[in-house]
């Protein structure tokens, strides 16, 4: 005959074996503080203890978020800048490759662009224009032409013409106030 344990008949739903609890015996928490009757389990402790920390760390991080020097200004300085850039991009592509000032000329020029760029994308009222279209074009075919052969390789004739071309565009385009 078979023994009882075996003869029992199976349970629809496992229950998990016991386990010995880490908890301490006392709360975490006082039970001034407390809302309820029940304890506070150490997951909901510790979500809101991290959601202390972070909303507190974040009005300590936020107010130096935006640097006030990444705004711009003014159309005036818009236009401004823009043309100092085409300067520097004119005169670093038509640099001789011989010369011993390129590799110094592309790392401005890149600088200049980075900060152009980071400058004004974020601008709702220029992204339409005609002159910032252009010149982002421009400034990222010669900055991944730069960052993919090197400072010293020349830019060859069909990309150095579309480039000044599209300097001109844009240059053109600022005159009109586009």
Same mark, same amino acid.
């Given at each position: 005959?078979?023994?009882?344990?075996?003869?029992?008949?199976?349970?629809?739903?496992?229950?998990?074996?016991?386990?010995?609890?880490?908890?301490?015996?006392?709360?975490?928490?006082?039970?001034?503080?407390?809302?309820?009757?029940?304890?506070?389990?150490?997951?909901?402790?510790?979500?809101?203890?991290?959601?202390?920390?972070?909303?507190?760390?974040?009005?300590?991080?936020?107010?130096?978020?935006?640097?006030?020097?990444?705004?711009?200004?003014?159309?005036?300085?818009?236009?401004?800048?823009?043309?100092?850039?085409?300067?520097?991009?004119?005169?670093?592509?038509?640099?001789?490759?011989?010369?011993?000032?390129?590799?110094?000329?592309?790392?401005?020029? +890149?600088?200049?662009?980075?900060?152009?760029?980071?400058?004004?994308? +974020?601008?709702?009222?220029?992204?339409?224009?005609?002159?910032?279209?252009?010149?982002?074009?421009?400034?990222?075919?010669?900055?991944?032409?730069?960052?993919?052969?090197?400072?010293?390789?020349?830019?060859?004739?069909? +990309?150095?013409? +579309?480039?000044?071309?599209?300097?001109?565009?844009?240059?053109?385009?600022?005159?009109?106030?586009?």
């Amino acid at each position: 005959m078979a023994s009882p344990s075996l003869l029992t008949p199976p349970t629809t739903k496992r229950t998990p074996p016991p386990v010995a609890s880490s908890l301490p015996s006392k709360p975490l928490v006082s039970s001034a503080t407390m809302t309820s009757a029940r304890p506070i389990a150490r997951r909901e402790l510790a979500i809101s203890m991290a959601a202390g920390v972070l909303s507190t760390s974040a009005m300590l991080i936020l107010p130096a978020a935006a640097p006030p020097a990444a705004v711009a200004a003014s159309d005036e300085e818009y236009v401004r800048e823009t043309s100092e850039v085409i300067g520097k991009v004119r005169s670093t592509i038509n640099m001789d490759r011989a010369d011993p000032n390129v590799a110094a000329a592309v790392a401005d020029l +890149r600088e200049a662009s980075n900060v152009w760029v980071a400058k004004y994308r +974020r601008e709702k009222a220029l992204l339409g224009r005609t002159s910032f279209r252009d010149m982002y074009s421009a400034l990222n075919a010669v900055s991944g032409h730069y960052i993919s052969f090197g400072p010293t390789a020349p830019i060859p004739a069909k +990309r150095k013409a +579309r480039i000044l071309e599209e300097m001109d565009t844009a240059e053109k385009a600022l005159l009109r106030g586009r």
